[in-house]
């Protein structure tokens, strides 16, 4: 092809030299389009060529940006500190005597006159697809291709959807209207995705849509089940739901996941992803599918809330409509930019560490960060709460590999190690008056090792039943140890204290502003406030660790619930302060609870 090309060339320079001769044998057929396009082959062999050298590539990088933001030839490219390459390379194009160190300003509609007049004869434009082989595209023209694209990316998944479920439920088709337009939460997260990779984008979105489109089929009646639905095989074992039932947006209630109301059992988050993608890993909430499909059940359950006056009856619902409000506050606290925080996902103070449910970022409109639904990050700190959105949707959450450590020492064994699963089927909590809570497990055994050589020595004739228990979250408080705190508060016999002790850092404080948040009448700092941080640092003989510039900003940002002027101290002094370090103080509190609750005389 390029001899051929070569030899057309040749043929009509021999023609406008008026030399056809034996040049044309072979080339009958060559008539005034062939020459036009083979001279205009020839131009572009000669741009590219002379283009290409060095000296040429920011100049020409600089009319491309200034001529894509005007649309045509206007302005100034401008290219700063330039190189005695670019300066001679533009010297020599347009006849000009730049200096080498100053800035080129190269005024658009010269360049492209200078084209037009040079021996390439050719716009901007034509001399863009030249070189790179790809047309020259306007802001407006990106803008109207990215639209485009992002309607086609909604149009291909629903059609997906409606081939293979033979029926798109229309809360599904709605979201996804919201989602295109910008209006539903994880709109950002899924645009960021799509804008670096559109293929992986298209199947998250598919993913998420097909698995709520699969969970909303459950709750229709039998008549109206989807034929095609992968959930028919496992129907029957899971129970269905009762034909009468005409909630579709999927936000049924569900007081007790272990015994539906309603007779519609809940699924597994991995069973209900295996059927509806074929990978029981693909709503997981560290993968995008997994963070949409929440987002869409969060609303889905705000929106299941009853307005006052309504039955109050279920449990579930109302706990829906307290979300925002136990988190409110840690979720500001946390970052100070709370509502950027709702699509991100990234549970800082409260993430679980269940397989399941792991916590994990023009043309179309940018959803503004205010209109982010302020619940959003605070369910994401309360590992219970996301839960509870998931419940409320009929989907069973892992209960058994959340746990919690429990030491009551009245107790035989004293040391219980507690699944979620068996916090809500227990069917009353285990007696206890003031609960002492602890985040780091050495110092938690540390104490029940100091415990233990006590009642060794006879102090267990002196303890009360109604003592001070101990508990354990190790780390953010898990679904377990937040749901035996709620059971404490809410049934125990004697409803004491809860006293809270963590790291003097930027997760203990934002570990601490759940609890607070959560347990604002039972919820007291145990040797966690701005006096107890001042006087263990100025007792240390040691540096310690600093805080870096970072979590002094962050600490600066933020509030402890319980003590406005913590954060402010912590800033200020700029040293981390551990549980470890405070060992001896917590050692003496216990003993002195665990002594108060003893039986004071003998006889009794």
């Known amino acids: 092809m390029q001899d051929r090309r070569l030899q057309i060339v040749r043929c009509i320079t021999r023609l406008d030299r008026g030399q056809a001769g034996d040049g044309m044998n072979g080339f009958q057929g060559f008539n005034r389009e062939d020459r036009t396009n083979g001279l205009r082959a020839d131009r572009g062999e000669r741009a590219k060529a002379y283009f290409s050298r060095p000296g040429f590539e920011r100049p020409l990088q600089a009319v491309w940006d200034r001529y894509a933001s005007f ?142 489109n699969l969970l909303l089929a459950r709750h229709l009646g039998s008549e109206q089940r989807l034929e095609q639905s992968s959930m028919q095989s496992i129907e029957p074992l ?65 929106r299941a809330v009853p307005e006052p006056g309504q039955d109050q009856e279920s449990e579930v619902r109302c706990r829906a409509d307290q979300i925002g409000q136990m988190g409110l506050i840690s979720q500001v606290d946390r970052t100070g930019q709370a509502v950027n925080a709702a699509d991100s996902a990234e549970a800082i103070a409260g993430s679980d560490s269940d397989s399941d449910f792991e916590s994990e970022s023009a043309g179309t409109p940018e959803r503004d960060s205010s209109i982010e639904e302020p619940e959003a990050s605070a369910i994401e700190a309360d590992s219970l709460a996301s839960r509870e959105i998931y419940r409320v949707a009929g989907i069973a959450d892992d209960d058994i590999s959340t746990l919690v450590h429990v030491f009551i020492p009245w107790e035989s064994g004293g040391l219980s190690i507690l699944s979620l699963r068996q916090i809500e089927r227990m069917k009353k909590v285990p007696f206890a008056g003031d609960l002492y809570v ?14 233990e050589r006590w009642l060794e020595k006879g102090g267990a004739f002196r303890l009360s039943v109604d003592g001070p228990a101990l508990l354990c979250t190790s780390g953010p408080a898990s679904a377990a140890a937040l749901r035996l705190l709620d059971r404490y508060v809410q049934e125990g016999p004697r409803c004491g204290t809860l006293y809270y002790s963590g790291d003097f850092d930027v997760k203990g404080i934002e570990i601490g502003n759940v609890l607070a948040a959560r347990y604002r009448g039972q919820f007291r700092p145990w040797r966690f406030d701005s006096q107890s941080y001042a006087a263990g640092s100025r007792s240390s003989n040691r540096e310690g660790v600093r805080f870096s510039d970072e979590e002094c900003n962050r600490l600066k940002q933020m509030g402890a619930v319980w003590d406005d002027s913590l954060c402010r101290a912590m800033s200020g002094i700029g040293r981390k302060l551990f549980q470890e370090e405070q060992i001896a103080f917590y050692m003496e509190d216990w003993m002195c609870a665990l002594e108060h609750a003893g039986v004071s005389d003998s006889s009794k």
């Not at 599904?172 to 939460?185: C, H, I, M, R, Y």
């Not at 309603?262 to 909430?285: E, K």
């Open 71 to 212: 649309g045509k030839a206007r302005g100034n490219a401008v290219v700063r500190n330039a190189t005695p390459e670019e300066c001679e390379m533009v010297n020599s194009f347009m006849g000009w005597n730049v200096k080498p160190g100053g800035d080129i300003r190269l005024p658009l509609a010269a360049f492209e006159r200078e084209l037009l007049e040079s021996a390439f004869a050719m716009t901007i434009e034509e001399l863009h697809a030249v070189l790179t082989g790809e047309p020259l595209l306007t802001k407006s023209d990106r803008q109207q291709l990215d639209r485009q694209e992002w309607e086609e990316l909604f149009r291909i998944v629903k059609g997906k959807l409606e081939r293979e479920e033979g029926l798109l439920h229309p809360v599904v088709a709605n979201w996804l209207e919201q989602l295109k337009a910008g209006k539903a939460d994880g709109y950002r997260m899924l645009r960021e995705l799509w804008r670096q990779y559109a293929q992986d984008a298209e199947r998250e979105l598919a993913n998420a849509a097909a698995a709520w």
């Open 238 to 302: 899971l129970g269905g739901l009762r034909s009468d039932d005409s909630r579709l947006d999927g936000s049924l209630d569900r007081s007790d996941p272990a015994s539906p109301s309603d007779g519609l059992h809940p699924i597994r988050l991995p069973v209900l992803a295996a059927l509806a993608t074929g990978n029981p890993h693909a709503l997981d909430r560290n993968v995008p599918a997994g963070r949409l499909l929440f987002q869409a059940l969060r609303v889905s359950a705000r």
């Open 438 to 451: 602890v985040e780091n497990p050495a110092v938690f055994s540390t104490l029940i090792d100091m415990t």
